[in-house]
């Protein structure tokens, strides 16, 4: 472990965060959102929101794809799950994840064939393993974990798998970062960029955001020196009057990205609007399937009536993934809503902003070792 404890050294995080402090002083009150659901789990579980001066503010946004996933996408996921011949699988998170009426977890208590699955492949393993019933796995994600459904889409294509099928809920990042830039409520000084976003999509998406908002971007990691640094190098280009997209996380990203990995993407999908929860439709942020792999496309070939979508009248998760409202704002929050008996998807994730905040966020430490 002591490449991580290298991160999590306290004198190198004290170091930080005087270096921050110097150069805050000089400044007016600056914001900086993550659109990361593991960099808002990081900075909770250190505590980095109660180290910073007063002026630095940092705001979680949409980073976590379970908790951006729309309510109806989920109905559609359950209507699936309740036909007779269907097996749908998913990613554990999802499953307890409400829908209007249920959730996942519990069709899968009243029978439904429901399986958690770690990978797409592990998806294509059950098609081929029944095939006389239809399997549909729920591709939900970034542009993380959408080549790895686009590789198990053409796997099926290549063997025949007719009874193999994808929901795509993916979403891209860019167009979602250039909607909350545009909202005037947030007021939006920079952005800690999603690093595993970034070892995918490289640098360039983001370059408007520096040019033409005026935006500071840092793509940064996940340790909390790796936070740390980051909001070092966007109070240095605020101060400087700068905008750019630096790396901080540059262990692991690459100004290119992977471009093997967004072939894949784009030899499989296409962009398509999608409805993020709380931001409505955002126009090219989703991904759905090319026409040439429309038979395992779940959405444009299975028939099922989708109940109307209902969402709890005081669940406030909208307004927390647009960084409108912190989880403690909602008057659900540790009352009626807790890990244990969600009512809002923020909650039930473990990337999720109120889980994150009842997790950690009731306290205060530092998170970093004294080594
Ligand atoms: S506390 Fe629960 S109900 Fe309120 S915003 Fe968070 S997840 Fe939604």
Not at 84 to 91: A, Q, W
Not at 113 to 133: K, T
Not at 259 to 269: D, H, I, K, N, T
Request: net charge neutral.
């Amino acid at each position: 472990m002591k490449f991580i404890d290298e991160f999590r050294d306290s004198r190198l995080a004290r170091g930080l965060l005087r270096r921050i402090e110097d150069l805050a002083h000089e400044l007016p009150v600056v914001r900086f959102m993550e659109v990361c659901g593991t960099h808002t789990m990081a900075i909770y579980r250190s505590g980095l929101r109660h180290l910073l001066p007063e002026n630095i503010v940092l705001i979680s946004g949409p980073g976590c794809p379970v908790c951006v996933t729309a309510n109806q996408y989920l109905d559609r996921a359950i209507a699936y799950a309740r036909l007779p011949e269907v097996i749908v699988c998913t990613f554990g998170d999802m499953m307890r994840v409400p829908g209007s009426s249920s959730s996942l977890e519990l069709e899968r208590g009243r029978r439904a064939d429901i399986r958690v699955v770690y990978s797409p492949l592990d998806a294509l393993e059950v098609a081929r393993q029944h095939p006389s019933r239809r399997v549909v796995f729920l591709g939900v994600g970034f542009e993380t974990t959408a080549p790895a459904v686009a590789a198990a889409i053409q796997q099926a294509a290549s063997e025949g798998l007719a009874n193999f099928f994808v929901s795509s809920a993916h979403k891209v990042m860019p167009p979602a970062l250039a909607a909350l830039t545009t909202d005037g409520r947030l007021r939006i000084d920079g952005f800690i960029l999603p690093g595993h976003v970034s070892a995918i999509i490289g640098v360039e998406p983001y370059q408007f955001l520096a040019a033409e908002y005026r935006k500071a971007c840092v793509i940064a990691g996940f340790e909390p020196l790796d936070v740390l640094q980051s909001i070092l190098l966007l109070v240095q280009q605020v101060r400087d009057g700068r905008r750019a997209v630096e790396i901080q996380y540059s262990r692991v990203v690459r100004p290119e990205g992977n471009p093997r990995a967004r072939a894949l993407m784009e030899q499989v999908f296409v962009p398509s609007d999608a409805e993020w929860r709380g931001m409505g439709v955002i126009a090219g942020s989703g991904l759905a399937l090319r026409s040439e792999y429309r038979s395992h496309d779940a959405d444009a070939t299975l028939d099922v009536t989708v109940e109307p979508t209902v969402v709890h009248p005081a669940c406030r998760c909208g307004e927390v993934l647009r960084g409108l409202c912190e989880p403690q704002q909602c008057p659900l929050f540790a009352t009626a809503c807790t890990p244990e008996t969600p009512i809002g998807a923020c909650m039930v994730s473990t990337e999720g902003t109120c889980a994150a905040c009842y997790k950690y966020g009731r306290r205060v430490e530092t998170g970093v070792s004294d080594g």
